[in-house]
């Protein structure tokens, strides 16, 4: 037996939260498996490695994506570790509801949730014109991580849900397709208009 198969027996298999497995986890949208990042990692902390390469977020694991879209505005800015926890948590809770791997759930989500295309704006001759656009996939994933996140803080802002249930509750809906989510009404809500301006 060489000394990497020797190791490999010692450490055993790479979880995420040393709970979850990243085996057979199957991202179905085409698109987006080239930038669905599941590499086995125990923590989901690469500390910006990614920061200075082009398409570097590709290389990140979704999971990090995903805390780093926790911390994002005003008071949570910066508390990684409380994003870390809100997502562990958060993930437990997906299990006991689905009684799936979370990391399918959160990949299924994220690809019911990804908008297909947006429109942006052209000026023509002192004219503003709305276009509709395809949607590059990197941006596809921001935009459905963004939103997945900002429906969960949303459902939790003054309530008595916390933010760990608010966003379980918004993966596990967005991960069914369920019309419910925000992340999936701001998908329509983005097609919708992308496709008036066709």
Known sequence: MSE?????????EIKLFNKWSYDFIEVRD???KKYICLKPVYLPHSGGRHEHKRFGKALVPI??????NVMRPGRNMG??????????KSFELIYLKTGENPLQ???RAIENAAPREETTRIMYGGITYHVS????PLRRIDLALRHLTEGARLKAFHNP???EEALAEEIALAASNDPKSYAV??????ERIALSSR
């Not at 656009?133 to 590059?136: C, F, L, T």
């Not at 009404?185 to 983005?190: A, G, L, P, T």
């Open 161 to 163: 849900i916390s933010i």
């Open 105 to 107: 759930v959160l990949v």
């Open 30 to 32: 085409p698109s987006l």
């Open 79 to 88: 508390k990684k570790h409380l994003a870390y926890n809100i997502v562990k």
């Open 63 to 68: 999971v990090e994506r995903l805390i780093n």
């Open 133 to 136: 656009v395809d949607i590059a």
């Open 4 to 12: 990497m198969q020797t190791r490999e027996m010692l450490i055993g």
């Open 185 to 190: 009404q701001k998908k329509e809500e983005i």
